[in-house]
């Protein structure tokens, strides 16, 4: 364990992380020599320099490319993690140097973007201009990872609970009801009935199977003695929703406030019927411990002004 920390303390150079995270990324000596500009046998050379300095085979080499080994896996975790507190950093001094606000980095989910998240990043840069924004969508499965390494600042999206974890802050904003949705000229709204059998029967782009509104959903089916549809497509992408709906004629299953907003511009309709889901609250979620920059903060504040606003 001693050795390792001297590794870690003193031994690794930035180059040395950036050759990892590289190498990690193109999984191929020649690529990455070709994305560092360095030469190959200089890639191969500075790899067995690092795994010698930690006594450790990080990667395997074979003729189809590099893989990771599992110290290796560890090691690029941690190689990642130091590259975006190093760059976080040299962008909040030159935000100081420069006079301007800096950088912030957030994961996206469907529920919170068009509405909350929106509006508080309109709202930031009416007072900064030179701020940058970095959005990233997904889900929590994709978008957690990214946070605990240092890629994501924080996650504006539904707690779900089933990822809740101690190295987690989370806060709740405001809670959220879902609505069903589906082109604004799709068959069932010419219907004068439209009812669970029938909603059965059609196809559908529904959140990921491990998502609770997803649960919650299936759930409805179940309490009226039907089977969920088994025509579906699954996705946590607002993009993929909206072309689905638009080009698919499925139905859809989304944030009430965001459908609203989209059906105002004639992109999409919520199909009148009641859906009786409790789900998880609209909130922030950062990562305990790690101190907050002066822009991420900012744009926290926006969060929690709009969600006020909207609460009014």
Not at 66 to 89: C, H, M, N, Q, W
Not at 130 to 146: A, C, F, N, Q
Not at 277 to 288: A, F, S, V
Request: glycine share 6%; hydrophobic share 40%.
């Amino acid at each position: 364990m001693i050795g390792i920390d001297r590794v870690l303390r003193s031994n690794l150079r930035l180059r040395h992380l950036q050759l990892l995270v590289a190498l990690d990324e193109f999984r191929h000596l020649g690529r990455t020599a070709e994305f560092l500009s360095v030469t190959q046998p200089a890639v191969s050379k500075m790899l067995a320099e690092i795994e010698k300095t930690f006594d450790l085979q990080l990667f395997e080499r074979s003729s189809r490319g590099t893989e990771p080994t599992p110290y290796g896996v560890t090691v690029i975790k941690f190689a990642r993690s130091v590259l975006a507190d190093y760059d976080r950093a040299k962008i909040e001094i030159a935000a100081v140097t420069e006079g301007s606000a800096g950088r912030v980095q957030v994961g996206a989910m469907v529920a919170a973007t068009p509405t909350l998240l929106t509006q508080a990043v309109n709202n930031l840069k009416k007072n900064a201009t030179k701020t940058t924004v970095l959005i990233e969508e997904g889900d929590l499965r994709r978008l957690l990872p990214r946070l605990r390494s240092g890629e994501l600042d924080l996650i504006v999206g539904r707690l779900e609970p089933g990822y809740a974890a101690p190295d987690l802050d989370t806060e709740a904003l405001y809670n959220e009801s879902m609505c069903l949705i589906c082109s604004p000229n799709h068959e069932i709204l010419k219907g004068k009935i439209i009812d669970w059998p029938l909603l059965s029967q059609q196809a559908w782009i529904v959140p990921p199977s491990w998502a609770a509104s997803r649960t919650k959903l299936n759930q409805i089916f179940y309490k009226h003695n039907l089977h969920p549809p088994e025509n579906i497509i699954e996705s946590a992408s607002f993009l993929n929703i909206l072309m689905s709906l638009q080009t698919g004629s499925a139905i859809g299953f989304m944030a009430h406030q965001v459908a609203q907003h989209f059906e105002q511009q004639g992109l999409m309709s919520i199909i009148p019927i009641e859906l009786e889901i409790d789900l998880p609250p609209i909130g922030i979620i950062t990562l305990d411990g790690r101190e907050k920059t002066p822009t991420t903060l900012k744009l926290i504040e926006q969060l929690r002004m709009v969600n006020g606003c909207e609460n009014t």
